[in-house]
C-alpha cells in the first residue's frame, strides 16, 4: 500500500496549470489584458492584433510548465473529447535550431481533420472540413501526463458552413439565450444593475472502482464498459453498509491523487463518499458557470479514469456496470446567478412575498411541463436505459418536487387567488442536551424526484454517468429562455404590471400543476397517477429520440438561435446510429466471450464431471447419481447456450443490414437485446455451477467486494 507522504496546501496547487485571470492579469500587457475582459464582458471578437501577444504569453507560460504541445480540446458528439496535438516549433532555422511559436490565428482557430467525427449528415464526408474556435469563457490549462505537458485550448467545434458539430456550440447559444430574457425579467423588477446572468452548474459523478488486473480479465467491460454475463453475489446492497461508509485505504490513496490532480487543474473537488453499491463512489465539485462546469465534468472524467491506473484500479463510469447492483449517474444542479450575486432561484424566508421568485419558479414549472420531452431526451443515452425506472434512479416520468414549504405558497395562490404565509423551518431538537438545537430547513428533501427543488437551485436527477452534461443544460437554457421571454411579451406590455403579474403567476402555477409531484417517485402508485395526469413515461432511449426534432421542438430552439431545424435533424440521426452501434458491440462482444471463453470452460467442467463418473465406478460401486444430475444439468444448459449463442449471431448480423436510423435503432432494442437476455440467463446459471477455478472470468462478488 502506498503511503500518504506528501503533505501539500491546497492553496498554493489550486489552479496552478490554468491560464487563469490571474495569471493573465499578471503577465498580459494591461492593454491587452483589458481588451480581452471587455470581450468576454460584452462577447465580441477578439483582434487577431490581441490575439497574437495573448498566444504568445500563453505559450511561454505553458513551456514554463513543460510544454512541448498544444491541443485545441473540444467536446464532438461521441460523448468524450477530441484533441489533435501540434507541437510548438517552427521550421529550423539555417543553424539547424527551431523555435517555440503560437499565433494568435493558432490560437483562435483551428481545422482539425474532423470528417470521421459524427455530423449526422451535416457534412458529407467530401466536404470534410471542420473547424475549432477558441472558447475564451473557458481558461485554457496545461495537462500534465505520460505524454508529457500538452497546453489544452477549449474550443467549439463547427462545420464549414457554421453548423454546430459538437456540445459546446449550442450551450454557449443557449447561455446566451436565457441571459438574455432573464436581464428582461430582473429589469421588469427594478433591477438595472446587473449585466449578466450566468447558469449555475454543479455536477455531482458517481463512478465505479474495479482492480484492474481483474478488470482486464472481463472483455465484456473492456469493450463494453458493463459486464454482459454475471451471477448476483451472495451479498448485494441489502445492508447499506457503504452508503457514506469509511473510504478504505486504497480508495483513499487513489481520491487524493484525483483531487490534486482536479485542483492543479482549477476544477474545485469538493465532496467524495462512498455511493450506495458496494465499490461505487461520487465526486462533486463546487458548482460554476454552465460551460466550465460542461468543460471541468469533462476533465472529473477523464482524471477520474487516468489516476484509477495508476493506482492499479479501473474507473467504471457506465450508467450500469452490474445487473441487480445499483448504476451510476449524475445529478446537475442548476441556477441562475447574476453577475452581482444574485440567485434568481433563491426564495428568501418568506417566498410568498418573494415575487419575482415566484414568478421564477413559475416560468419552470410551465418550462418543464411543456418541455418534459425534451429534458427526457437530454438525459437518455444507451446505459441509462438500465437505470430510469429501475428504482434506482428516478423514473423516467419527468415531474417537478416542490417541498412543503413551496408547494404550500403555490396551493394558497391557486385556491384563493393570494398568498398570505410562508411555512417555517422549525428548530430541530434532538432531545439530548449537549448537542445544539439548530433551525431545520422549511422543507425535507426528496430522493426520488427527477427535477427536485433544493433551497435555491434546481437538481435535475435523471443525467447518465457517462455522458456529457452540455444536453441536459442547453434544454433547461433554452426552455427557461422561451418562458421567461413570453413571460416579459405579457408584463412589459401590461398597464398595470402588478395585477398583470399577480394573474400570471396564478397563471403559470394553475395551469402547469400536473407537472408537480411531491410524494415517492419510485412507487408504483406514481406511475398510474401520472398516467392520469397526462405525463408521459419514456423508458427507452429509441422512444425519447424523436422530441428532439418535433415542430415544437425546432420552434423552440429556432427562435432563440440554439439550434437549426438542420442541426437538430442531425443529432437525431447520430442518436439512433450510436444506439444501434452500441447494442451491435455489446452482441458481439457476448458472442465472443460465449464462443471463446465460456463453452470451452464449461465444456472442460462436463469432462471433469465425466471422468469423475468413471473413475468412482471403476474404482467402487459408489453413488455417482450427484455427478450425474451436475452433467445433464450443465449440458442443458450449455446447449441452451449454443442455442442462443447461434441466434444472437444471426440476429446481430441481420442488424447491421439494415439502414441506419430509427428502424435500425428499433431493432437492435426489440430483438437483438432480447436474444442477448437469452443467452446470458443459462450463462449465468452456469456460472453458479460450475467449479470457480474453471470459471474464465472474475465474479460480480470478486469485482465489487475485493477491491
Ligand atoms: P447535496 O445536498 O445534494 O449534496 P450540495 O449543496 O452539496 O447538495 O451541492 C451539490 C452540488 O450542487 C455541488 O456541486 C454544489 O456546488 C452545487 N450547487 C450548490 N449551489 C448551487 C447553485 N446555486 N447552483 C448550481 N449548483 C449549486
Ligand atoms: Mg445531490
Not at 160 to 175: F, I, N, V
Not at 428 to 434: D, F, I, P
Not at 542 to 568: H, M
Not at 635 to 656: F, H, K, N, Y
Amino acid at each position: 500500500m502506498e503511503k500518504c507522504t506528501e503533505y501539500y496546501n491546497v492553496a498554493d496547487i489550486f489552479g496552478e496549470n490554468v491560464f487563469n485571470d490571474s495569471v493573465m492579469r499578471e503577465r498580459l500587457p494591461k492593454k491587452i489584458y483589458q481588451k480581452l475582459k471587455q470581450t468576454l464582458r460584452e462577447g465580441k471578437e477578439l483582434d487577431l492584433n490581441t490575439a497574437d501577444v495573448i498566444a504568445h504569453e500563453m505559450k511561454e507560460w505553458a513551456i514554463e510548465k513543460g510544454a512541448t504541445h498544444y491541443t485545441h480540446w473540444f467536446q464532438p458528439m461521441t460523448g468524450v473529447t477530441a484533441e489533435k496535438h501540434d507541437s510548438f516549433i517552427t521550421a529550423p532555422m539555417e543553424n539547424g535550431k527551431v523555435l517555440m511559436s503560437f499565433s494568435g490565428k493558432e490560437l483562435i482557430k483551428g481545422e482539425p481533420d474532423a470528417s470521421s467525427f459524427p455530423s449526422g449528415g451535416l457534412r458529407a464526408t467530401f466536404e470534410a472540413r471542420g473547424y475549432t474556435a477558441w472558447d475564451c469563457t473557458s481558461p485554457a490549462f496545461v495537462r500534465q501526463d505520460a505524454a508529457g505537458a500538452t497546453l489544452c485550448i477549449p474550443t467549439a467545434f463547427c462545420s464549414y458552413t457554421g453548423e454546430a458539430l459538437d456540445q459546446k456550440t449550442p450551450l454557449l447559444r443557449s447561455m446566451e439565450a436565457v441571459n438574455d430574457q432573464a436581464l428582461r425579467l430582473i429589469k421588469l423588477f427594478g433591477n438595472h444593475t446587473s449585466k449578466k446572468v450566468m447558469t449555475s452548474v454543479g455536477p455531482e459523478q458517481e463512478y465505479f472502482i474495479v482492480d484492474r488486473e481483474k478488470y482486464l480479465k472481463r472483455k465484456d467491460l473492456i469493450f463494453t464498459g458493463r459486464t454482459l454475463f454475471g451471477a448476483m453475489p451472495p451479498k448485494g446492497q441489502e445492508m447499506d453498509d457503504h452508503y457514506f461508509g469509511s473510504i478504505r485505504e486504497r480508495i483513499a490513496a487513489y481520491m487524493r491523487d484525483v483531487n490534486k490532480e482536479l485542483w492543479k487543474l482549477g476544477v474545485s473537488a469538493k465532496t467524495q463518499h462512498n455511493e450506495v453499491a458496494p465499490a461505487q463512489h461520487e465526486l462533486a465539485p463546487i458548482y460554476a458557470s454552465a460551460n466550465v462546469a460542461v468543460d471541468h465534468n469533462q476533465l472529473v472524467m477523464e482524471t477520474l479514469k487516468k489516476v484509477a491506473g495508476r493506482h492499479g484500479l479501473q474507473c467504471l463510469m457506465h450508467e450500469k456496470p452490474f445487473a441487480g447492483v445499483n448504476g451510476s449517474g449524475k445529478h446537475n444542479n442548476w441556477s441562475m446567478i447574476t453577475d452581482d450575486g444574485i440567485n434568481l432561484l433563491e426564495p428568501g424566508v418568506t417566498p410568498h412575498e418573494n415575487f419575482q421568485f415566484l414568478l421564477v419558479l413559475t416560468c419552470i414549472l410551465k418550462a418543464v411541463d411543456v418541455h418534459a420531452d425534451l429534458l427526457r431526451e437530454s438525459a437518455a443515452d444507451v446505459g441509462n436505459d438500465h437505470r430510469l425506472g429501475a428504482n434506482e434512479a428516478p423514473p423516467a416520468i419527468i415531474s417537478v418536487f416542490l417541498g412543503e414549504q413551496l408547494q404550500d405558497v403555490l396551493s394558497q395562490l391557486i385556491s384563493t387567488g393570494e398568498a398570505t404565509h410562508s411555512i417555517m423551518g422549525s428548530m430541530l431538537e434532538t432531545g439530548v442536551k449537549t448537542l445544539p438545537d439548530f433551525m431545520k430547513d422549511a422543507t425535507d428533501r426528496n430522493r426520488t424526484s427527477p427535477f427536485a427543488f433544493t433551497g435555491n437551485k434546481f437538481e435535475f436527477r435523471m443525467l447518465g454517468s457517462q455522458d456529457s452534461i452540455a444536453q441536459p443544460n442547453v434544454v433547461l437554457n433554452t426552455i427557461v429562455a422561451e418562458a421567461f421571454s413570453e413571460a416579459c411579451d405579457i408584463l412589459e406590455n401590461s398597464d398595470d404590471f402588478e395585477m398583470a403579474l399577480h394573474d400570471l403567476i396564478k397563471k403559470n402555477a394553475t395551469e402547469h400543476q400536473r407537472i408537480v409531484f411531491n410524494g415517492n417517485g419510485y412507487s408504483e402508485e406514481w406511475v398510474k397517477e401520472a398516467e392520469k395526469r397526462g405525463l408521459s413515461n419514456i423508458t427507452s432511449m429509441v422512444d425519447a429520440i424523436p422530441a428532439l426534432n418535433t415542430e415544437k421542438s425546432v420552434q423552440l430552439f429556432e427562435k432563440f438561435g440554439v439550434f437549426t431545424k438542420a442541426e437538430l435533424d442531425s443529432r437525431v440521426e447520430i442518436e439512433y446510429e450510436t444506439y444501434a452501434k452500441e447494442i451491435n458491440i455489446e452482441a458481439r462482444a457476448m458472442i465472443d466471450i460465449a464462443g471463446k471463453q465460456i463453452i470451452p470452460a464449461v465444456i472442460k467442467y462436463t469432462k471433469a464431471l465425466a471422468d469423475s463418473i468413471n473413475a468412482v465406478k471403476s474404482a467402487c460401486d459408489a453413488d455417482v447419481s450427484v455427478q450425474t444430475e451436475l452433467l445433464k444439468e450443465v449440458s442443458a444448459l450449455l446447449s441452451q447456450t449454443r442455442t442462443a449463442l447461434l441466434r444472437l449471431e444471426e440476429v446481430a448480423e441481420q442488424g447491421t443490414l439494415i439502414e441506419a436510423g430509427r428502424k435500425q435503432a428499433v431493432f437492435y432494442r426489440d430483438v437483438v437485446m432480447k436474444v442477448m437476455t437469452e443467452l446470458r440467463t443459462p450463462v449465468d446459471k452456469l456460472e453458479m455451477i460450475v467449479d470457480k477455478e474453471m470459471w474464465p472470468m472474475p465474479s460480480y462478488g470478486d469485482l465489487i467486494f475485493e477491491v
